[in-house]
Protein backbone atom coordinates (compact mmCIF):
# COMPACT_ATOMS: atom_id res chain seq x y z
CA UNK A 1 0.00 0.00 0.00
CA UNK A 2 1.69 3.55 -0.90
CA UNK A 3 1.71 6.08 1.78
CA UNK A 4 2.37 9.39 1.25
CA UNK A 5 4.64 11.65 4.01
CA UNK A 6 1.35 13.30 5.51
CA UNK A 7 -0.46 10.10 6.81
CA UNK A 8 0.36 9.74 10.64
CA UNK A 9 -1.64 6.59 11.20
CA UNK A 10 -3.34 4.22 8.58
CA UNK A 11 -5.82 2.20 9.55
CA UNK A 12 -6.28 -0.81 7.01
CA UNK A 13 -9.31 -2.68 6.80
CA UNK A 14 -9.71 -3.21 10.76
CA UNK A 15 -12.59 -5.67 12.32
CA UNK A 16 -12.76 -6.15 15.66
CA UNK A 17 -14.99 -9.31 17.48
CA UNK A 18 -15.85 -9.19 20.97
CA UNK A 19 -16.30 -13.07 22.01
CA UNK A 20 -17.93 -13.45 25.38
CA UNK A 21 -20.31 -16.55 26.88
CA UNK A 22 -23.20 -14.32 25.32
CA UNK A 23 -21.76 -14.57 22.11
CA UNK A 24 -19.90 -12.71 19.26
CA UNK A 25 -20.31 -9.15 18.79
CA UNK A 26 -18.56 -7.51 15.98
CA UNK A 27 -17.72 -4.14 16.96
CA UNK A 28 -15.48 -3.22 13.85
CA UNK A 29 -16.02 -4.17 10.33
CA UNK A 30 -13.75 -3.59 7.55
CA UNK A 31 -12.40 0.02 8.67
CA UNK A 32 -10.11 2.02 6.54
CA UNK A 33 -9.24 5.40 7.14
CA UNK A 34 -5.96 7.58 6.92
CA UNK A 35 -5.38 10.30 10.17
CA UNK A 36 -2.94 12.88 8.76
CA UNK A 37 -0.18 14.65 10.23
CA UNK A 38 -1.32 17.58 12.07
CA UNK A 39 -4.90 17.04 11.94
CA UNK A 40 -7.58 16.68 14.56
CA UNK A 41 -9.74 14.15 13.76
CA UNK A 42 -13.13 13.34 14.95
CA UNK A 43 -14.81 9.92 15.53
CA UNK A 44 -18.39 10.58 15.49
CA UNK A 45 -21.20 8.11 15.70
CA UNK A 46 -23.71 6.76 18.26
CA UNK A 47 -22.72 5.27 21.43
CA UNK A 48 -22.33 1.07 21.23
CA UNK A 49 -20.69 2.03 17.27
CA UNK A 50 -17.38 0.47 18.03
CA UNK A 51 -15.76 4.31 18.18
CA UNK A 52 -13.78 3.77 21.63
CA UNK A 53 -13.00 0.25 20.34
CA UNK A 54 -11.37 1.65 17.48
CA UNK A 55 -9.47 4.36 19.51
CA UNK A 56 -8.29 1.57 22.20
CA UNK A 57 -6.98 -0.30 19.03
CA UNK A 58 -5.14 2.13 17.58
CA UNK A 59 -3.80 2.99 21.30
CA UNK A 60 -2.50 -0.43 21.65
CA UNK A 61 -4.72 -1.83 24.74
CA UNK A 62 -7.09 -4.04 22.04
CA UNK A 63 -5.52 -6.41 19.61
CA UNK A 64 -7.49 -6.06 16.32
CA UNK A 65 -9.36 -9.26 15.23
CA UNK A 66 -8.12 -8.50 11.32
CA UNK A 67 -6.73 -5.98 9.30
CA UNK A 68 -3.68 -3.90 10.16
CA UNK A 69 -2.68 -0.36 11.70
CA UNK A 70 0.38 1.72 10.67
CA UNK A 71 1.50 4.48 12.43
CA UNK A 72 4.78 6.51 12.09
CA UNK A 73 6.82 7.17 14.72
CA UNK A 74 9.20 10.32 14.19
CA UNK A 75 11.10 11.76 17.55
CA UNK A 76 11.84 8.78 19.41
CA UNK A 77 12.37 11.63 21.79
CA UNK A 78 8.51 11.65 22.34
CA UNK A 79 5.86 9.30 22.81
CA UNK A 80 4.31 7.85 20.07
CA UNK A 81 0.89 8.11 21.73
CA UNK A 82 -1.09 9.27 25.00
CA UNK A 83 -4.61 8.69 26.00
CA UNK A 84 -7.47 10.71 27.42
CA UNK A 85 -9.46 8.87 29.48
CA UNK A 86 -13.14 9.12 29.11
CA UNK A 87 -13.37 9.17 33.09
CA UNK A 88 -12.23 8.06 36.56
CA UNK A 89 -8.61 7.57 34.97
CA UNK A 90 -7.08 10.13 37.41
CA UNK A 91 -5.58 8.07 40.18
CA UNK A 92 -7.42 9.16 43.16
CA UNK A 93 -4.39 8.23 45.40
CA UNK A 94 -2.10 10.73 44.16
CA UNK A 95 -2.17 14.10 44.19
CA UNK A 96 -2.89 16.31 41.10
CA UNK A 97 0.11 17.52 40.33
CA UNK A 98 1.93 13.65 40.73
CA UNK A 99 -0.97 12.53 38.50
CA UNK A 100 0.45 14.19 35.70
CA UNK A 101 4.84 13.56 36.77
CA UNK A 102 4.20 9.66 37.04
CA UNK A 103 3.80 9.00 33.10
CA UNK A 104 6.45 11.59 32.60
CA UNK A 105 8.76 9.81 34.92
CA UNK A 106 7.70 6.32 32.95
CA UNK A 107 8.82 8.05 29.75
CA UNK A 108 12.29 9.23 30.59
CA UNK A 109 12.07 12.67 32.80
CA UNK A 110 13.82 13.33 35.50
CA UNK A 111 11.93 14.09 38.73
CA UNK A 112 12.98 17.66 39.13
CA UNK A 113 12.14 18.29 35.34
CA UNK A 114 9.06 16.09 35.48
CA UNK A 115 8.25 18.40 38.27
CA UNK A 116 8.20 21.54 36.10
CA UNK A 117 6.56 20.37 33.09
CA UNK A 118 3.69 19.10 35.00
CA UNK A 119 3.85 22.80 36.78
CA UNK A 120 3.74 24.10 33.09
CA UNK A 121 0.91 21.82 31.94
CA UNK A 122 -1.08 22.21 35.14
CA UNK A 123 -1.15 26.25 34.85
CA UNK A 124 -1.87 25.91 31.15
CA UNK A 125 -5.64 24.16 32.19
CA UNK A 126 -5.74 26.09 35.32
CA UNK A 127 -5.19 24.21 37.84
CA UNK A 128 -2.63 25.88 39.60
CA UNK A 129 -2.98 26.21 43.29
CA UNK A 130 -4.46 22.69 43.41
CA UNK A 131 -1.33 20.56 42.67
CA UNK A 132 -1.16 18.95 46.09
CA UNK A 133 -5.02 18.19 46.47
CA UNK A 134 -6.26 14.39 45.74
CA UNK A 135 -8.32 14.63 43.03
CA UNK A 136 -11.27 13.48 45.59
CA UNK A 137 -11.51 16.86 46.78
CA UNK A 138 -11.67 18.45 42.92
CA UNK A 139 -14.79 18.72 40.76
CA UNK A 140 -15.32 16.60 38.18
CA UNK A 141 -14.48 19.17 35.65
CA UNK A 142 -10.97 19.68 37.31
CA UNK A 143 -10.54 15.93 37.22
CA UNK A 144 -10.69 15.70 33.09
CA UNK A 145 -8.53 18.72 33.04
CA UNK A 146 -5.98 16.61 35.12
CA UNK A 147 -6.28 14.15 32.88
CA UNK A 148 -5.88 16.08 29.74
CA UNK A 149 -2.87 17.72 31.16
CA UNK A 150 -1.35 14.27 32.45
CA UNK A 151 -1.34 13.19 28.60
CA UNK A 152 -0.39 16.93 27.10
CA UNK A 153 2.42 17.05 28.93
CA UNK A 154 4.24 13.67 27.21
CA UNK A 155 4.00 15.86 24.41
CA UNK A 156 2.67 12.77 22.52
CA UNK A 157 3.58 12.37 18.41
CA UNK A 158 -0.44 11.29 18.15
CA UNK A 159 -2.93 12.40 21.46
CA UNK A 160 -5.90 9.98 21.63
CA UNK A 161 -9.04 11.24 23.34
CA UNK A 162 -12.23 9.05 24.56
CA UNK A 163 -14.74 11.52 25.04
CA UNK A 164 -12.60 13.48 27.44
CA UNK A 165 -15.29 16.15 27.90
CA UNK A 166 -18.69 13.21 28.22
CA UNK A 167 -19.31 13.56 32.17
CA UNK A 168 -19.19 16.97 32.27
CA UNK A 169 -22.21 19.13 32.53
CA UNK A 170 -23.08 21.36 29.52
CA UNK A 171 -21.44 24.31 31.05
CA UNK A 172 -18.60 23.17 31.77
CA UNK A 173 -18.63 21.06 28.71
CA UNK A 174 -18.52 24.26 26.53
CA UNK A 175 -15.81 25.78 28.29
CA UNK A 176 -13.57 22.88 28.17
CA UNK A 177 -13.60 23.21 24.07
CA UNK A 178 -12.65 26.30 24.04
CA UNK A 179 -9.82 25.67 26.25
CA UNK A 180 -9.15 22.45 24.16
CA UNK A 181 -9.36 24.50 20.46
CA UNK A 182 -7.15 27.30 22.44
CA UNK A 183 -4.23 24.49 23.24
CA UNK A 184 -4.46 22.68 20.24
CA UNK A 185 -4.39 26.03 17.53
CA UNK A 186 -1.13 26.14 19.52
CA UNK A 187 0.74 23.17 19.79
CA UNK A 188 -0.92 21.70 16.81
CA UNK A 189 -0.53 17.65 17.81
CA UNK A 190 -2.53 15.09 15.53
CA UNK A 191 -5.13 14.43 17.33
CA UNK A 192 -7.68 11.38 17.07
CA UNK A 193 -10.85 12.57 18.94
CA UNK A 194 -13.98 10.19 19.95
CA UNK A 195 -17.46 11.96 20.35
CA UNK A 196 -20.87 11.98 20.17
CA UNK A 197 -21.19 15.26 20.34
CA UNK A 198 -22.16 17.01 16.55
CA UNK A 199 -21.04 20.44 18.05
CA UNK A 200 -18.12 19.10 19.22
CA UNK A 201 -16.79 17.51 16.15
CA UNK A 202 -17.78 21.14 13.83
CA UNK A 203 -16.16 22.59 16.60
CA UNK A 204 -12.97 21.12 17.13
CA UNK A 205 -12.43 18.96 14.36
CA UNK A 206 -10.55 19.48 11.15
CA UNK A 207 -12.40 16.28 10.04
CA UNK A 208 -15.36 14.26 11.21
CA UNK A 209 -15.27 10.45 10.60
CA UNK A 210 -19.22 9.61 11.08
CA UNK A 211 -19.18 5.59 12.33
CA UNK A 212 -22.49 3.80 11.93
CA UNK A 213 -23.84 1.20 14.40
CA UNK A 214 -23.03 -2.64 15.14
CA UNK A 215 -20.90 -3.17 13.43
CA UNK A 216 -18.91 -0.46 13.12
CA UNK A 217 -17.74 1.40 10.06
CA UNK A 218 -16.55 4.23 8.96
CA UNK A 219 -20.33 5.83 7.10
CA UNK A 220 -18.77 8.96 5.46
CA UNK A 221 -15.85 11.28 6.36
CA UNK A 222 -16.55 15.08 6.28
CA UNK A 223 -14.32 17.87 5.90
CA UNK A 224 -14.91 20.87 8.62
CA UNK A 225 -14.29 24.09 6.38
CA UNK A 226 -13.92 26.62 9.17
CA UNK A 227 -10.63 28.76 9.17
CA UNK A 228 -8.29 28.57 11.78
CA UNK A 229 -8.08 29.97 14.37
CA UNK A 230 -11.37 29.28 15.14
CA UNK A 231 -13.57 31.44 17.06
CA UNK A 232 -16.34 29.19 18.78
CA UNK A 233 -19.07 31.55 19.47
CA UNK A 234 -18.77 32.85 15.63
CA UNK A 235 -18.49 29.50 14.46
CA UNK A 236 -21.66 28.11 16.45
CA UNK A 237 -23.32 31.28 14.74
CA UNK A 238 -22.79 30.80 11.68
CA UNK A 239 -25.28 29.42 9.00
CA UNK A 240 -22.38 26.57 7.54
CA UNK A 241 -22.36 25.05 10.81
CA UNK A 242 -25.98 24.93 11.46
CA UNK A 243 -26.17 23.25 7.49
CA UNK A 244 -23.52 20.63 8.46
CA UNK A 245 -24.97 20.22 12.40
CA UNK A 246 -28.25 19.03 10.01
CA UNK A 247 -26.77 17.40 7.24
CA UNK A 248 -25.06 14.96 10.56
CA UNK A 249 -27.84 14.59 12.51
CA UNK A 250 -30.03 13.77 9.32
CA UNK A 251 -27.31 10.42 8.72
CA UNK A 252 -27.11 9.71 12.38
CA UNK A 253 -30.62 9.39 12.58
CA UNK A 254 -30.95 7.09 9.49
CA UNK A 255 -28.18 5.13 11.29
CA UNK A 256 -30.49 4.98 14.78
CA UNK A 257 -33.65 4.41 13.19
CA UNK A 258 -31.94 1.09 10.99
CA UNK A 259 -30.50 -0.16 14.08
CA UNK B 1 -29.44 19.31 67.53
CA UNK B 2 -27.93 18.72 64.31
CA UNK B 3 -30.68 20.19 62.48
CA UNK B 4 -29.78 22.74 59.79
CA UNK B 5 -32.99 24.78 60.08
CA UNK B 6 -34.59 26.25 63.30
CA UNK B 7 -38.03 27.47 62.26
CA UNK B 8 -40.45 29.16 64.70
CA UNK B 9 -44.25 29.23 63.96
CA UNK B 10 -45.63 32.10 64.99
CA UNK B 11 -49.79 32.59 64.63
CA UNK B 12 -50.71 35.53 62.51
CA UNK B 13 -54.35 35.49 61.88
CA UNK B 14 -54.85 31.75 60.65
CA UNK B 15 -52.33 31.30 58.70
CA UNK B 16 -48.46 30.17 60.72
CA UNK B 17 -45.56 31.99 59.14
CA UNK B 18 -42.32 29.92 59.37
CA UNK B 19 -39.26 32.05 59.95
CA UNK B 20 -35.66 29.71 58.72
CA UNK B 21 -32.65 31.26 60.38
CA UNK B 22 -29.30 29.50 60.64
CA UNK B 23 -29.09 27.01 63.18
CA UNK B 24 -26.17 26.96 66.02
CA UNK B 25 -24.62 24.90 63.81
CA UNK B 26 -23.94 27.16 61.36
CA UNK B 27 -23.07 30.27 63.18
CA UNK B 28 -19.99 28.58 64.74
CA UNK B 29 -19.18 25.50 62.84
CA UNK B 30 -15.82 25.41 64.48
CA UNK B 31 -17.24 25.72 68.00
CA UNK B 32 -19.92 23.34 67.19
CA UNK B 33 -17.11 20.60 65.54
CA UNK B 34 -15.06 20.88 68.66
CA UNK B 35 -18.12 20.38 70.84
CA UNK B 36 -19.38 17.28 68.67
CA UNK B 37 -15.64 15.74 68.94
CA UNK B 38 -15.87 16.02 72.83
CA UNK B 39 -19.16 14.50 73.02
CA UNK B 40 -18.10 11.31 70.36
CA UNK B 41 -14.81 10.74 72.55
CA UNK B 42 -17.09 11.50 75.79
CA UNK B 43 -19.40 9.10 75.05
CA UNK B 44 -17.10 6.20 73.58
CA UNK B 45 -15.21 6.26 76.95
CA UNK B 46 -18.52 6.85 79.38
CA UNK B 47 -20.37 4.09 77.92
CA UNK B 48 -18.15 0.80 79.19
CA UNK B 49 -17.37 3.14 82.43
CA UNK B 50 -21.11 3.57 83.00
CA UNK B 51 -21.73 -0.02 82.29
CA UNK B 52 -18.77 -1.25 85.19
CA UNK B 53 -20.25 1.21 87.54
CA UNK B 54 -23.75 -0.68 87.22
CA UNK B 55 -21.84 -3.84 88.22
CA UNK B 56 -20.20 -2.43 90.96
CA UNK B 57 -23.25 -0.40 92.30
CA UNK B 58 -24.83 -3.92 91.56
CA UNK B 59 -22.24 -5.73 93.62
CA UNK B 60 -22.23 -3.47 96.40
CA UNK B 61 -25.87 -3.23 96.65
CA UNK B 62 -25.74 -7.34 97.19
CA UNK B 63 -27.63 -7.73 94.24
CA UNK B 64 -25.41 -9.70 91.97
CA UNK B 65 -23.17 -11.19 94.67
CA UNK B 66 -21.80 -14.24 93.23
CA UNK B 67 -18.22 -15.73 93.64
CA UNK B 68 -17.99 -16.49 90.04
CA UNK B 69 -18.90 -12.11 89.25
CA UNK B 70 -16.20 -10.62 91.34
CA UNK B 71 -16.94 -6.95 91.70
CA UNK B 72 -14.71 -4.40 89.14
CA UNK B 73 -12.95 -2.52 92.74
CA UNK B 74 -11.86 -6.48 93.68
CA UNK B 75 -10.99 -7.35 89.83
CA UNK B 76 -8.91 -4.00 89.94
CA UNK B 77 -6.78 -4.75 93.41
CA UNK B 78 -5.86 -8.35 91.92
CA UNK B 79 -4.84 -6.80 88.80
CA UNK B 80 -2.67 -5.00 91.26
CA UNK B 81 -1.84 -7.92 93.20
CA UNK B 82 -0.62 -9.70 89.82
CA UNK B 83 1.13 -6.34 88.71
CA UNK B 84 3.63 -6.19 91.77
CA UNK B 85 4.85 -9.73 91.88
CA UNK B 86 5.49 -9.81 88.06
CA UNK B 87 3.00 -12.29 86.69
CA UNK B 88 1.09 -9.34 85.24
CA UNK B 89 3.99 -8.61 82.97
CA UNK B 90 5.10 -11.81 82.47
CA UNK B 91 1.70 -12.83 81.28
CA UNK B 92 1.22 -9.58 78.94
CA UNK B 93 4.99 -10.05 77.24
CA UNK B 94 4.52 -13.39 76.96
CA UNK B 95 0.99 -12.78 74.57
CA UNK B 96 2.29 -10.22 72.86
CA UNK B 97 5.59 -11.11 71.68
CA UNK B 98 3.56 -14.60 70.09
CA UNK B 99 0.71 -12.25 68.05
CA UNK B 100 3.49 -9.58 67.15
CA UNK B 101 5.72 -12.32 65.90
CA UNK B 102 3.26 -14.49 64.09
CA UNK B 103 1.56 -11.79 62.67
CA UNK B 104 4.66 -10.39 61.31
CA UNK B 105 5.04 -13.58 59.38
CA UNK B 106 2.03 -14.16 58.48
CA UNK B 107 0.81 -10.70 57.34
CA UNK B 108 4.35 -10.12 55.29
CA UNK B 109 3.74 -13.71 53.61
CA UNK B 110 0.41 -13.33 52.59
CA UNK B 111 1.14 -9.57 51.37
CA UNK B 112 3.88 -11.26 48.54
CA UNK B 113 1.86 -14.24 47.72
CA UNK B 114 -1.42 -12.03 47.40
CA UNK B 115 0.11 -8.93 45.37
CA UNK B 116 1.78 -12.17 42.71
CA UNK B 117 -1.14 -14.17 42.95
CA UNK B 118 -3.67 -11.36 42.45
CA UNK B 119 -1.90 -9.51 39.38
CA UNK B 120 -1.62 -13.22 37.53
CA UNK B 121 -5.17 -14.73 36.23
CA UNK B 122 -3.48 -17.97 35.99
CA UNK B 123 -1.97 -18.30 39.21
CA UNK B 124 -5.42 -16.99 40.33
CA UNK B 125 -7.19 -20.31 38.77
CA UNK B 126 -4.28 -22.67 40.03
CA UNK B 127 -4.60 -21.34 43.73
CA UNK B 128 -7.95 -20.41 44.69
CA UNK B 129 -9.43 -23.46 45.72
CA UNK B 130 -6.80 -24.56 47.25
CA UNK B 131 -6.39 -21.41 49.72
CA UNK B 132 -10.11 -21.36 49.92
CA UNK B 133 -10.13 -24.58 51.46
CA UNK B 134 -6.98 -24.45 53.74
CA UNK B 135 -8.37 -21.20 54.98
CA UNK B 136 -11.81 -22.60 55.87
CA UNK B 137 -9.60 -25.06 58.49
CA UNK B 138 -10.17 -23.91 62.00
CA UNK B 139 -6.63 -23.23 62.55
CA UNK B 140 -7.14 -24.09 66.51
CA UNK B 141 -8.29 -27.64 64.98
CA UNK B 142 -4.15 -28.10 63.71
CA UNK B 143 -2.47 -26.62 66.71
CA UNK B 144 -2.10 -30.61 67.55
CA UNK B 145 -0.12 -31.15 64.61
CA UNK B 146 1.78 -27.99 65.15
CA UNK B 147 2.79 -29.55 68.50
CA UNK B 148 3.77 -32.59 67.20
CA UNK B 149 5.73 -31.61 64.72
CA UNK B 150 7.11 -27.94 66.43
CA UNK B 151 6.93 -29.67 70.11
CA UNK B 152 6.23 -27.17 73.05
CA UNK B 153 8.38 -24.54 72.70
CA UNK B 154 7.00 -21.25 71.07
CA UNK B 155 7.73 -21.89 67.55
CA UNK B 156 4.41 -23.75 67.56
CA UNK B 157 2.31 -21.09 68.91
CA UNK B 158 3.40 -18.08 66.76
CA UNK B 159 3.35 -20.57 63.42
CA UNK B 160 -0.34 -20.48 64.52
CA UNK B 161 -0.64 -17.20 64.87
CA UNK B 162 1.01 -16.90 61.61
CA UNK B 163 -0.79 -19.23 59.85
CA UNK B 164 -4.17 -17.93 61.16
CA UNK B 165 -3.82 -14.08 60.06
CA UNK B 166 -1.86 -15.47 56.60
CA UNK B 167 -5.07 -16.99 55.28
CA UNK B 168 -7.16 -13.92 56.09
CA UNK B 169 -4.52 -11.55 54.77
CA UNK B 170 -4.41 -13.43 51.60
CA UNK B 171 -7.55 -13.65 50.78
CA UNK B 172 -8.40 -9.90 51.11
CA UNK B 173 -5.21 -9.09 48.98
CA UNK B 174 -6.08 -11.12 46.13
CA UNK B 175 -9.48 -9.87 45.82
CA UNK B 176 -8.63 -6.31 46.01
CA UNK B 177 -5.49 -6.88 43.81
CA UNK B 178 -7.38 -8.74 41.51
CA UNK B 179 -10.45 -6.36 41.81
CA UNK B 180 -8.47 -3.14 40.91
CA UNK B 181 -10.18 -1.13 38.12
CA UNK B 182 -8.93 -2.14 34.73
CA UNK B 183 -9.34 1.69 34.15
CA UNK B 184 -6.42 2.36 35.81
CA UNK B 185 -4.33 -0.71 34.37
CA UNK B 186 -5.04 0.94 30.88
CA UNK B 187 -3.63 4.08 31.89
CA UNK B 188 -0.33 2.56 32.77
CA UNK B 189 -0.52 0.36 29.61
CA UNK B 190 -0.93 3.70 27.92
CA UNK B 191 1.82 5.46 29.42
CA UNK B 192 4.07 2.50 29.01
CA UNK B 193 4.63 1.91 32.54
CA UNK B 194 6.90 -0.87 33.37
CA UNK B 195 5.36 -3.72 35.04
CA UNK B 196 7.25 -2.63 38.48
CA UNK B 197 5.87 0.85 37.96
CA UNK B 198 2.21 -0.67 37.25
CA UNK B 199 2.64 -2.49 40.69
CA UNK B 200 4.15 0.03 42.63
CA UNK B 201 2.08 3.34 41.54
CA UNK B 202 -1.67 1.76 39.97
CA UNK B 203 -1.71 -1.82 41.94
CA UNK B 204 -0.34 -1.60 45.32
CA UNK B 205 -2.16 2.16 46.17
CA UNK B 206 -5.33 0.44 44.21
CA UNK B 207 -5.40 -2.75 46.16
CA UNK B 208 -4.30 -1.11 49.65
CA UNK B 209 -7.31 0.12 51.34
CA UNK B 210 -9.06 -3.02 50.95
CA UNK B 211 -6.05 -5.19 52.03
CA UNK B 212 -5.35 -3.21 55.24
CA UNK B 213 -9.09 -3.92 56.22
CA UNK B 214 -8.03 -8.08 55.83
CA UNK B 215 -4.50 -6.99 57.99
CA UNK B 216 -7.24 -5.20 60.19
CA UNK B 217 -9.58 -8.36 60.88
CA UNK B 218 -6.28 -10.50 61.23
CA UNK B 219 -4.59 -8.82 64.15
CA UNK B 220 -8.16 -9.42 65.62
CA UNK B 221 -8.41 -12.80 65.00
CA UNK B 222 -4.53 -13.60 66.12
CA UNK B 223 -5.60 -12.40 69.23
CA UNK B 224 -8.09 -14.97 69.78
CA UNK B 225 -6.20 -17.66 68.21
CA UNK B 226 -3.65 -17.49 70.78
CA UNK B 227 -5.45 -16.98 73.77
CA UNK B 228 -6.95 -20.68 72.72
CA UNK B 229 -3.36 -22.05 72.04
CA UNK B 230 -2.16 -21.18 75.80
CA UNK B 231 -5.25 -22.21 77.09
CA UNK B 232 -3.65 -25.87 76.19
CA UNK B 233 -0.28 -25.67 75.06
CA UNK B 234 1.61 -23.10 77.26
CA UNK B 235 3.11 -22.12 80.62
CA UNK B 236 2.87 -18.10 80.26
CA UNK B 237 0.68 -15.36 78.46
CA UNK B 238 -2.55 -14.27 79.62
CA UNK B 239 -4.36 -17.08 78.02
CA UNK B 240 -2.53 -19.11 80.54
CA UNK B 241 -3.41 -17.07 83.36
CA UNK B 242 -7.13 -17.01 82.77
CA UNK B 243 -6.53 -20.94 82.24
CA UNK B 244 -4.88 -21.32 85.34
CA UNK B 245 -6.93 -18.80 87.67
CA UNK B 246 -10.19 -21.59 86.42
CA UNK B 247 -7.41 -24.69 88.07
CA UNK B 248 -7.18 -22.50 90.92
CA UNK B 249 -10.26 -21.14 91.43
CA UNK B 250 -9.33 -17.17 91.67
CA UNK B 251 -11.90 -15.84 89.76
CA UNK B 252 -10.41 -11.88 89.89
CA UNK B 253 -7.38 -13.15 88.17
CA UNK B 254 -9.39 -14.48 85.04
CA UNK B 255 -11.10 -11.60 85.02
CA UNK B 256 -8.10 -9.52 84.50
CA UNK B 257 -6.74 -12.06 81.82
CA UNK B 258 -10.04 -11.33 79.76
CA UNK B 259 -9.94 -7.72 80.65
CA UNK B 260 -6.72 -7.42 79.13
CA UNK B 261 -6.44 -10.08 76.15
CA UNK B 262 -9.85 -7.62 75.46
CA UNK B 263 -7.76 -4.40 75.76
CA UNK B 264 -4.87 -5.87 73.28
CA UNK B 265 -7.34 -6.50 70.84
CA UNK B 266 -8.57 -2.80 70.87
CA UNK B 267 -5.33 -1.48 70.95
CA UNK B 268 -3.82 -3.51 67.59
CA UNK B 269 -7.13 -2.79 65.84
CA UNK B 270 -6.24 1.29 67.22
CA UNK B 271 -2.47 0.75 65.80
CA UNK B 272 -4.13 -0.52 62.74
CA UNK B 273 -6.55 2.16 62.08
CA UNK B 274 -3.76 4.56 62.68
CA UNK B 275 -1.34 2.66 59.75
CA UNK B 276 -4.79 2.82 57.56
CA UNK B 277 -4.88 7.12 58.23
CA UNK B 278 -1.13 7.00 57.17
CA UNK B 279 -0.48 5.08 54.57
CA UNK B 280 -4.01 6.13 52.71
CA UNK B 281 -4.15 10.02 53.25
CA UNK B 282 -6.71 10.03 50.03
CA UNK B 283 -9.07 8.38 51.94
CA UNK B 284 -8.90 10.70 54.69
Redesign the interface.
Known sequence: MGHDEQVKVSVQAVGKVFSSKAGRVEALSRISLDVRDGEFLCLLGPSGCGKTTLLRVM???ESPSSGRIEMRHDDPGR?L???V?QD??V????TIRDNVV??L???GFRRREAREVAGHWLAQLDLTGFENS???TVSGGMKQRVAIARALA?RPELLLMDEPLAALDAQLRLLLQEKLLDLWQRNQNTVVFVTHSIDEALLLGDRIAVMSARPGRIDTVIDVPFARPRDPDEIRASADFAGLRDDIWHRLRRELQAS | MTSNVSDTRTPVGSATRTVIVPSARERDPRAYAFRRRLLERGLAVAVPLGLIAVWQGLASAGVAESPYFPPPFQIASSWGDLLANGVYVDSVLASVRRIALGYAAGTVAALVLGFAIGSRALLRSALEPTIAALYTVPKLAILPLLLLVFGLGETSKILLVALTCFFVVLINTIDSVAGVSSRYLDVGRSFKASRWAVLWHITVPAALPRTLTGMRIAAGMAVIVIVGAEFVAADAGLGFLVWNSWNLGVPEYMFVGIVSISLIGVIATALLRGLERLLTPWNR
Do not use: G, R
Open positions: AELPSAVFYSFPWKFPLQNYPDL
